[in-house]
Nanobody, 116 residues
Framework: QVQLVESGGGLVQAGASLTLSCAAS?????LGWFRQAPGKEREFVAA????????FYANSVKDRFTISGDNARNTVWLQMNSLKSEDTAVYYC????????????WGQGTQVTVSS
């Protein structure tokens, strides 16, 4: 069983930066960030695979967001720069475990609001 706790959301102006953190309990294979804007489906943002420290990004954020992590602390951070109004969403941390290879565990979500 994996539990995830996110923090770091808030209200910022366009062009500002924000860092989200996700702390996981239990063994994880990959930690990722997803977001869901009102009226839209949840979409992938970024992920970090612990083995090989491999990062994955959605095209819409890869030049502005950076995911990093501390495997020993089972924690990842999402550094978001040059935020745009379209980045406004609830951001969710998800965890993959080796046994399934799927995002089976989710945090409660943290709101990010970017005002233009």
């Amino acid at each position: 069983q994996v539990q995830l706790v996110e923090s770091g959301g808030g209200l910022v102006q366009a062009g500002a930066s924000l860092t989200l953190s996700c702390a996981a309990s239990g063994r994880t294979y990959t930690l990722g960030w997803f977001r869901q804007a009102p009226g839209k489906e949840r979409e992938f943002v970024a992920a970090l695979r612990w083995i090989g420290n491999i990062q994955f990004y959605a095209n819409s954020v890869k030049d502005r967001f950076t995911i990093s992590g501390d495997n020993a602390r089972n924690t990842v951070w999402l550094q978001m720069n040059s935020l745009k109004s379209e980045d406004t969403a609830v951001y969710y941390c998800g965890a993959k475990v080796l046994s399934t290879g799927r995002y089976d565990y989710w945090g409660q979500g943290t709101q990010v609001t970017v005002s233009s």
